[in-house]
C-alpha cells in the first residue's frame, strides 16, 4: 500500500504546482496588460485634466475629480487639428481606394489572364518585395519636387499607393478559386471584367477588407512621407500634425490639449480595430509588417 | 492570342506605372546619386563620378553617432522583444480564460500613431520644473534619484528610446508567435506529456524547435525593422534628432535630404545605401545562421 | 499490472451552442483487465473508444467513475505521472529529432533515482529499437521513415521506459493493406514478449479479432459487449455487434416466431422453443448455410464467386432486412450449385443463427432442440 500513498503524494504537488503555475502566468500578462494600456489610460486622463490643475500637480495624481473638456475644445480651435483630420481622412481614403484598384487589376492579371512574359514580369514584382522604403524615398522627394508637387494631395498620394505584398496576397487568394468558375462564365459569354468583379471579388472578399484594413492603419499612421512632402500646414496628416502641434503648437508646455489631441488621433483606429479585431489579427498575421 | 496578350498588360499597366515610377525608377537613381559629387538640387548638376560622398558620410561625426545609436538600438531591443514577446506568447497558449481579452489589449500599439503615443511616453519619462514626470515619481518609491529620461544623460535617453521602440513592435511579434505556438500539433505536446516530460524540457527540446523557423523570421524581420528605426526616436526627441544626440541612420538621410541641414541628396543617397548594405549583410548573415539552426 | 475501470463516463459540452444538451463519449464504462493481456477497443467512429484511451493515459479527466492500475487510483493523477506508453494514430514522432533521440526522449525525462546514465540509456534504446527491428535507422530523422518503420519507432518509443501500460490509438490505419498485415501480427508479437498490458483502439474488427486476447465492442459511448474474439463472434448479445463483426456480415431478416418453429418469410427454418409468438429479427452467420435441395429457406440464385477453398453464394430474399436484399453464403468449394437454376434452397446449422428483438434489438436465446 506504499506505492497507494505515493500517487496520492504525486497527484498533490501535481496540483499544487498547477496552481502557483497559473498564478504566476496570470500575473505576468496582466502586468505587461498594464504597461500596454498605462499609457491609453494616462493620455486619456490628462487630456481631461485643466490646464491649471495639470500644472500645479508636481506630483501627477491617478485620477481626477474635476474632469474637463475644455481641452478638447482647445485642440480644435488652437491648433488645425480639424483641418489634419480631414487631411488625413482624404489622403487616406483615396490611397486606399487606387491602391486596391491597382492590386486588384494586377492580381487578377497574374492569377487568371495568360500572357508572355507572365512570369517574368512576376518574378521582378517578387523581387521589388525586398526594396526597403528608405531607398527609393530620396529620389522620389526629389521627383516630387521638380514636378513642382510638394505640399499637393497628389505629392502625397501617388508615391503611397503601390504596395507589392498585397498584389502577392490577393494574387494569391485569387489562384485559389477553382478554375471552373472562370470557364463557366466565360462560356456564359461573361467578359474576363465583369467576372473579376461580379465573381471574383465577391468571394474574394475577406481578404480585399483585409488588405485594405492594413492599408488604412499604414496610411493613418504614416510620418516620414508626409513630413518630406508638406511644410505647409494646410496639408498636414495627424502625424507630422501632432509633431507639429509638439514642436509650436499650443506653447509647449500645454500638455493636457496635447494629450486630447493625441487621442482624438489616436481614437479612429482604435475603433476600427475593435470592430475588424479578427480580420486586423489574421491580416496581419499573414505577413503584414508595421507600415 | 495576340488580344489576350495584350489585354494581360492592360490589366498590369497601372501597377507597372506606379512601380516603375515610385520604385524601381528611384532605385536606379539612388545609386547614381550616392556617386555623383557635388551635385546641386537647384541647378541638377554635379561636378563629377565618384566615391566622395561615401567618404564624407563616413566621416560625418552626426553620422557616426546615428550609426552608434542605431547599433545600440538593435542589440537591444531585437534579442529582447524576440524573448520578451515568446515569453508572453507562450504565456499566453497555457491560459484560456481571458486569453482573447490579452490578446486584443497587446495588440493595441500596433494600431496606435507612433508619433502620438510617443508623445505620452515623452511626458511620462520627462522631467521639467514643474514636474518629475511619473517615471521618476514611481522611481523614487524605489529610492532612486530622478533622472530626465527626454533631456537628460545618453545612457536615460537610449533606455527610453528602446523600451518604447520595444513597446511599439511586440504586438506584431507576440501575434505571430502566438499563432505559431498554436498551429504545433497537439499530438506533439501529448505524445511528451504521456512519456512525462517535464514542461521546461517539452519547451527546450519540442516547442522551441517547431517554432525555430517563425523565431528565425522574426529575427530576420526584426533586425530590418530595427535598423530602420526613425520615427520612434522623432515621436520622443523631436525632430531635431541631430542636437539630441538620438539620431538613427534613417533620421541622418533625411536630415540631409530636407529641414535645416537637408538639400544633399547626394549624400542622403550614399547614407541609404549604406544602411541598406548593413541590412543585408546582417540578413545574409541571419539567414545562414537559421539554415544551420532550423533544423526541417 | 491489472486495469480497473469503474463507472466511467465522460461527457462533453455539446458543440452546437443553442443546444445545451452534453454530448456522452463514454458512459458507464466497467471492465477489469487481467494483467498481461491485448485488449482491442473496436467500434465505429465516434463510439468513444479513443475518449477511453485519452482518459486512460491520462490526457483527458472522466466527468466520473474510476480508474485504478493495480490497487492505485490514478483518476485525478496527470498523464505525466501515469507512466504509460501510447502510440499515436499519426505517430507524432518529433520530426527535428533522429530515431535515436526519439526513442531516448522519454527515457531522458526520468529523474531523482529513476535517473539512467547515459550507457544505461544506449543500451535500452538498442534494445526497444532492436525488439522492432529499426536498430539500423537509429540516425535518421522520421521524415527519411515509411510508414511502416515510424510506426515502429512510435513503439519503440513508447516501450522504451517499460510502461506498466501500453495504449495503442488505430496503430495500423495509416498503413497500407499488406504492412498492417504484418505489423499487427508484429505487435502481437513483441506484446507477448514483453508482456505488457496493452489496449488498442481500432474500427477494423478483423485487426481486433486477429490479434487480441479480449474485444470490447463500443457503441454510442456505451460497451455492447466483451469477451474473448471467438466468444464474441459466437454469442453476440445484441443486433449491432452481430452485424459488426465478421467479414462478410451476417445475413440479417425479418422473421417472426410462430408456433414453434421460427420464420424467415414464409419458410420455416427451425424448431425453437417459445412460448409467446412475435416478431423478430433473424440474423443467420455466411456460413450458417447448408446447400440442401429440400431445404426450408428458399432464395432468388443471383451469382457464385469462387475463392478457392470456399466459394460464395449471393442470393435475394424478400425477407431480407439488409438494403440491397442480397444474401451472402459461404460453403465448402466441394458443393457444386447449378448456376442455371432460379432458386437456391439452404439448410441453416442452429449454432449460427441469432434471434434478436424487433424493437430493442436485444439477442433472445433459447434452448435449441
Known amino acids: 500500500m506504499e506505492k497507494y500513498n505515493d500517487f496520492e503524494k504525486i497527484e498533490k504537488t501535481a496540483k499544487v504546482r498547477k496552481k502557483v503555475k497559473n498564478v504566476i502566468v496570470y500575473t505576468l500578462l496582466s502586468f505587461w496588460g498594464l504597461m500596454v494600456l498605462f499609457p491609453f489610460y494616462w493620455m486619456i486622463l490628462t487630456s481631461i485634466k485643466s490646464y491649471s490643475a495639470y500644472n500645479s500637480e508636481y506630483i501627477p495624481k491617478f485620477f481626477t475629480l474635476s474632469p474637463t473638456l475644455q481641452n478638447y475644445v482647445e485642440a480644435f480651435t488652437t491648433v488645425p487639428l480639424a483641418r489634419y483630420f480631414t487631411n488625413t481622412i482624404i489622403f487616406t481614403v483615396v490611397t486606399t481606394a487606387l491602391m486596391l484598384l491597382v492590386t486588384i487589376l494586377a492580381a487578377f492579371a497574374f492569377a487568371r489572364l495568360n500572357f508572355k512574359g507572365k512570369n517574368l514580369a512576376f518574378t521582378i514584382f517578387l523581387s521589388l518585395m525586398m526594396i526597403p522604403n528608405e531607398l527609393v524615398i530620396i529620389t522620389n522627394y526629389v521627383t516630387i519636387t521638380n514636378l513642382d508637387m510638394r505640399n499637393t494631395f497628389a505629392g502625397l498620394i501617388l508615391p503611397s499607393v503601390t504596395s507589392v505584398f498585397y498584389i502577392y496576397l490577393l494574387k494569391e487568394n485569387f489562384e485559389q478559386i477553382p478554375d471552373q468558375l472562370y470557364y463557366a462564365a466565360k462560356v456564359d459569354g461573361t467578359s474576363d471584367m465583369k467576372y473579376l468583379f461580379k465573381v471574383l471579388l465577391p468571394i474574394c472578399k475577406p481578404t480585399v477588407i483585409t488588405i485594405a484594413i492594413l492599408k488604412v492603419i499604414e496610411c493613418w499612421n504614416s510620418y516620414v512621407w508626409p513630413r518630406l512632402v508638406t511644410d505647409d500646414e494646410l496639408y498636414f496628416l495627424v502625424s507630422n500634425g501632432i509633431q507639429e502641434i509638439r514642436e509650436n503648437g499650443f506653447g509647449r508646455e500645454n500638455i493636457p490639449a496635447m494629450m486630447a489631441a493625441v487621442v482624438v488621433i489616436s481614437v479612429p483606429l482604435i475603433i476600427l480595430f475593435l470592430i475588424f479585431r479578427k480580420k486586423i489579427m489574421a491580416g496581419v498575421s499573414r505577413g503584414g509588417t508595421k507600415g | 492570342m495576340e488580344r489576350e496578350k495584350l489585354k494581360g498588360w492592360l490589366y498590369l499597366l497601372p501597377a507597372i506605372l506606379f512601380l516603375g515610377i515610385f520604385m524601381v525608377y528611384p532605385l536606379v537613381d539612388v545609386f547614381i546619386y550616392s556617386f555623383e559629387e557635388g551635385y546641386n538640387s537647384a541647378s541638377q548638376t554635379s561636378w563629377g563620378i565618384g566615391t566622395y560622398n561615401y567618404s564624407y558620410v563616413l566621416r560625418d561625426p552626426y553620422f557616426l553617432q546615428a550609426l552608434k545609436n542605431t547599433f545600440i538600438l538593435v542589440i537591444i531591443t531585437v534579442p529582447l522583444s524576440t524573448c520578451l514577446a515568446l515569453a508572453i506568447a507562450v504565456g499566453l497558449n497555457s491560459i484560456k480564460k481571458l486569453r482573447d481579452l490579452y490578446q486584443t489589449i497587446y495588440f493595441l500599439p500596433y494600431v496606435t500613431n507612433t508619433l502620438a503615443v510617443g508623445l505620452v511616453f515623452m511626458i511620462l519619462f520627462k522631467q521639467t520644473p514643474y514636474s518629475d514626470g511619473l517615471v521618476n515619481v514611481v522611481l523614487g518609491w524605489f529610492g532612486m534619484t530622478p533622472v530626465d529620461f527626454i533631456g537628460g544623460p545618453y545612457w536615460a535617453k537610449m533606455f527610453v528610446l528602446c523600451f518604447y521602440t520595444i513597446w511599439v513592435v511586440l504586438p506584431f511579434k507576440i501575434l505571430i508567435l502566438t499563432s505559431a505556438l498554436a498551429s504545433v500539433n497537439q499530438d506533439y505536446y501529448n505524445a511528451a506529456k504521456v512519456d512525462g516530460t517535464s514542461k521546461f524540457r517539452i519547451f527546450r527540446k519540442i516547442t522551441l524547435p517547431m517554432i525555430s523557423p517563425t523565431v528565425f523570421y522574426l529575427i530576420i524581420t526584426g533586425f530590418i525593422g530595427a535598423f530602420k528605426a526613425y520615427s520612434d526616436a522623432v515621436a520622443l526627441f523631436g525632430t531635431d534628432l541631430n542636437a539630441s544626440e538620438m539620431n538613427t541612420i534613417v533620421g541622418y538621410v533625411y536630415d540631409m535630404l530636407y529641414g535645416n541641414s537637408g538639400g544633399y541628396p547626394s549624400y542622403a543617397s550614399a547614407a541609404a545605401i549604406i544602411l541598406f548594405t548593413i541590412v543585408l549583410t546582417i540578413t545574409c548573415i541571419n539567414l545562414l545562421v537559421s539554415k544551420k539552426h532550423v533544423h526541417y | ?369
Request: charged share 25%; glycine share 6%; hydrophobic share 40%.
Open chain 3, 1 to 369: 499490472m491489472k486495469v480497473v475501470l469503474q463507472n466511467l463516463t465522460k461527457t462533453f459540452p455539446s458543440r452546437n451552442k443553442k443546444v445545451k444538451e452534453e454530448v456522452v463519449a463514454v458512459n458507464n464504462f466497467d471492465f477489469e483487465i487481467p494483467d498481461g493481456v491485448l485488449v482491442g477497443l473496436l467500434g465505429p467512429s465516434g463510439c468513444g473508444k479513443s475518449t477511453t484511451l485519452n482518459l486512460l493515459s491520462g490526457l483527458q479527466k472522466p466527468t466520473s467513475g474510476k480508474i485504478f492500475f493495480g490497487e492505485n487510483d490514478v483518476t485525478n493523477l496527470e498523464a505525466e505521472n501515469r507512466g504509460v506508453g501510447l502510440v499515436f494514430q499519426n505517430y507524432a514522432l518529433y520530426p527535428h529529432l533522429t530515431v535515436r533521440q526519439n526513442i531516448m526522449f522519454p527515457l531522458q525525462n526520468l529523474k531523482g533515482t529513476a535517473k539512467l546514465s547515459k550507457e544505461e540509456m544506449n543500451v535500452k534504446v538498442l534494445e526497444a529499437a532492436k525488439l522492432v527491428q529499426i536498430d539500423e535507422l537509429m540516425d535518421r530523422k522520421p521524415g527519411e521513415l515509411s510508414g511502416g518503420q515510424q510506426q515502429r519507432v512510435a513503439i519503440a518509443r513508447a516501450l522504451v521506459k517499460m510502461p506498466k501500460i501500453l495504449l495503442l490509438d488505430e496503430p495500423l490505419s495509416n498503413l497500407d493493406a499488406r504492412l498492417r498485415l504484418q505489423t499487427r501480427e508484429e505487435i502481437r508479437r513483441i506484446q507477448k514478449e514483453t508482456k505488457i498490458t496493452t489496449i488498442f483502439v481500432t474500427h477494423d474488427q478483423e485487426e481486433a479479432m486477429s490479434i487480441s486476447d479480449i474485444i470490447v465492442v463500443m457503441k454510442d459511448g456505451v460497451v455492447q459487449q466483451i469477451g474473448k474474439p471467438q466468444e464474441v463472434y459466437d454469442n453476440p448479445v445484441n443486433l449491432f455487434v452481430a452485424k459488426f463483426l465478421g467479414t462478410p456480415p451476417i445475413n440479417v431478416f425479418d422473421g417472426k416466431i410462430k408456433s414453434g418453429k421460427l420464420f424467415v418469410g414464409e419458410d420455416a427454418i427451425m424448431d425453437i422453443q417459445a412460448d409467446t409468438d412475435k416478431e423478430v429479427y433473424v440474423g443467420i452467420r455466411p456460413e450458417g448455410f447448408v446447400l440442401n435441395e429440400n431445404g426450408a429457406l428458399r432464395c432468388r440464385l443471383n451469382t457464385v464467386e469462387v475463392m478457392g477453398r470456399d466459394i460464395s453464394v449471393v442470393s435475394y430474399n424478400d425477407a431480407s432486412a439488409t438494403d440491397n436484399q442480397a444474401i451472402r453464403s459461404i460453403i465448402s468449394s466441394e458443393n457444386t450449385v447449378n448456376l442455371a437454376a432460379e432458386y437456391v434452397r439452404f439448410d441453416v446449422k442452429p449454432n449460427k443463427v441469432f434471434v434478436f428483438d424487433k424493437n430493442t434489438e436485444e439477442r433472445i436465446y433459447f434452448e435449441k432442440e
